[in-house]
C-alpha cells in the first residue's frame, strides 16, 4: 500500500515538475506520454494544477503602473457573427504591471464573461490594488476601471500597427503575442470555457520565472493548500468575472 501510495506521490511531483518548467506549457498528451498514465488521468492532474495555480494567482493584485488590453481567443465560425462579436471567440483581460524603466514585472491574463464596465469593474477590484495607475486602449468597458477606484489613461489608438507601436503598451502587446504563440504550438485544442485554467498556468510560471526550481515546491505546497476539486467541478467553466 505504501509502494503505491509513493509511486502516485511520485508521478504527481514530476507532473508539477513538467506543467512548471516547460516555458511553452505541456498538453496532456505530453503528460500521459511522459508519466506513463492514462490519458484521463493526464487531463485531471494537469486541470487540477491549473486551477491551483489560478486560485493562488487571483489571491494577490497587480500595483503600479499596468498596461491593459482586451483580448480574444478563437476564430471566427462559419456563417456567424465577425469580430468582436464572434460566439467562438472566448474574451480575456490582459494587464502587465512594470516597473520605472517600463521592465514587466507580473502579469495578469483573466478570462471574463464579455468586455462591459460592470465587468472590467469587478475585474479591476479583484486585480487591481486601489490606486494602481492604468493604462488602455480607447475601449469604453475600460472606464470600469475608474469605477474600482484605479486611476485610468484611455488611449485612442486606432488598432493595428499604431496601437502595436505604442510603447505604452508594449509588454502587454509582446506577453498577448507570447501567450497566443506558445498556446497555438503546445495544444491542439483548448476548449473556451476552461480559457481562465489555460492562462492562470502563463500568469504563474511568468510571475515566478526569477526563481524556477524553487516554482516545484511552492506549486505543491499550494495545492495542498487548494479546496479539493472533483471532476464535476472541472468540468464546469472556470470564468472568473461575470457581470454583476
Not at 494602481?132 to 475608474?146: K, M, P, T
Not at 502587446?173 to 507570447?178: D, E, R, S, V, Y
Request: hydrophobic fraction near 40%; aromatic fraction near 10%.
Amino acid at each position: 500500500m505504501g509502494c503505491v501510495f509513493g509511486r502516485e506521490l511520485a508521478t504527481w511531483f514530476l507532473g508539477i515538475y513538467l506543467v512548471t518548467q516547460n516555458k511553452a506549457g505541456i498538453s496532456c498528451l505530453t503528460l500521459h506520454r511522459q508519466l506513463g498514465i492514462s490519458y484521463n488521468a493526464a487531463l485531471r492532474m494537469k486541470h487540477k494544477l491549473m486551477q491551483v495555480m489560478m486560485e493562488r494567482d487571483n489571491s494577490w493584485q497587480l500595483s503600479g503602473f499596468v498596461q491593459i488590453d482586451d483580448a480574444y481567443w478563437g476564430g471566427e465560425r462559419h456563417g456567424g457573427r465577425r469580430g468582436r462579436g464572434s460566439e467562438n471567440k472566448a474574451p480575456f483581460v490582459a494587464a502587465v504591471q512594470t516597473d520605472a524603466d517600463n521592465h514587466p514585472i507580473y502579469m495578469k491574463f483573466n478570462a471574463v464573461d464579455n468586455f462591459r464596465r460592470k465587468t472590467i469593474q469587478e475585474w479591476a477590484e479583484h486585480a487591481l490594488k486601489k490606486g494602481v495607475r492604468a493604462v488602455s486602449d480607447g475601449l469604453s468597458c475600460f472606464r470600469g476601471i475608474e469605477d474600482a477606484g484605479c486611476q485610468h489613461t484611455a488611449i485612442i489608438t486606432g488598432g493595428g500597427h499604431a496601437s502595436m507601436e505604442n510603447e505604452l503598451f508594449t509588454w502587454v502587446n509582446t506577453m498577448l503575442g507570447n501567450v497566443k504563440t506558445a498556446i497555438t504550438g503546445t495544444y491542439h485544442k483548448l476548449d473556451p470555457k476552461h480559457l481562465g485554467r489555460y492562462l492562470s498556468e502563463f500568469n504563474y510560471r511568468f510571475n515566478r520565472r526569477f526563481d524556477m526550481p524553487s516554482m516545484i515546491s511552492r506549486l505543491g505546497r499550494a495545492a495542498v493548500n487548494t479546496a479539493p476539486m472533483p471532476d464535476r467541478l472541472l468540468k464546469l467553466p472556470d470564468v472568473q468575472w461575470k457581470p454583476g
